[in-house]
T-cell receptor, first 113, second 112 residues
Framework: QQQVKQSPQSLIVQKGGISIINCAYE??????FPWYQQFPGKGPALLIAIRPDVSEKKEGRFTISFNKSAKQFSLHIMDSQPGDSATYFCAASNDNYGQNFVFGPGTRLSVLP | DSGVTQTPKHLITATGQRVTLRCSPR?????VYWYQQSLDQGLQFLIQYYNGEERAKGNILERFSAQQFPDLHSELNLSSLELGDSALYFC???????????FGPGTRLTVL
């Protein structure tokens, strides 16, 4: 019940295209859903996060869509750029646990020039 | 640069040995988290400290232990090392237990 599933495992997108990564969770107690971006040799960095009281959050080219009833959330990267090539992790936590994240397995995104 | 520092950057050791990984959180951050990232297990939460006290434990083996010192830096001790302990170990810090986590650059541990 603590697992967060993520798909696809890898994704190849042309420059200017839309990248979509999906995550699903089981634990309805989760109330914070961040996305992390990790470049090779670096630690993960927070990209964008959402709480269940909203269905969508947009920051620049990055949008999180959240479906509470389906227990799913997704990351959309609009106008994908080669510099977006990285591994993306979704995660989930509950404030009552502190921010002890359960991470998805990651999606390796490659944006072709 | 997140402001979280980790040393050493790389560590190569043999099975059965013991190592200590060090983490200095961002200035002002009271909470420290340790994560293990391996190819087959992904990113796994190990343990969290807040202002010197253990707050939560995740998938941390009994051979592993950690502590947070009065100056708020933290150390992760790994003992009786096995080949399967080879991984990237990340430290993260946050202002409180409920704020954004900032990750350090990681320590790559190789057990031969």
């Amino acid at each position: 019940q603590q697992q967060v599933k993520q798909s696809p495992q890898s994704l190849i997108v042309q420059k200017g295209g839309i990248s979509i990564i999906n995550c699903a969770y089981e634990n309805t107690a989760f109330d914070y859903f961040p996305w992390y971006q990790q470049f090779p040799g670096k630690g993960p960095a927070l990209l964008i996060a959402i709480r269940p009281d909203v269905s969508e959050k947009k920051e620049g080219r990055f949008t999180i869509s959240f479906n509470k009833s389906a227990k799913q959330f997704s990351l959309h990267i609009m106008d994908s750029q080669p510099g977006d090539s990285a591994t993306y992790f979704c995660a989930a936590s509950n404030d009552n646990y502190g921010q002890n994240f359960v991470f998805g397995p990651g999606t390796r995104l490659s944006v072709l020039p | 640069d997140s402001g979280v520092t980790q040393t050493p950057k790389h560590l190569i050791t043999a099975t059965g040995q013991r190592v200590t990984l060090r983490c200095s959180p961002r200035s002002g951050d009271l909470s420290v988290y340790w994560y293990q990232q391996s190819l087959d297990q992904g990113l796994q939460f190990l343990i969290q400290y807040y202002n010197g006290e253990e707050r939560a434990k995740g998938n941390i083996l009994e051979r592993f232990s950690a502590q947070q010192f009065p100056d708020l830096h933290s150390e992760l001790n790994l003992s009786s090392l096995e080949l399967g302990d080879s991984a990237l170990y990340f430290c993260a810090s946050s202002v409180t237990e409920y704020n954004e986590q900032f990750f350090g650059p990681g320590t790559r541990l190789t057990v031969l």
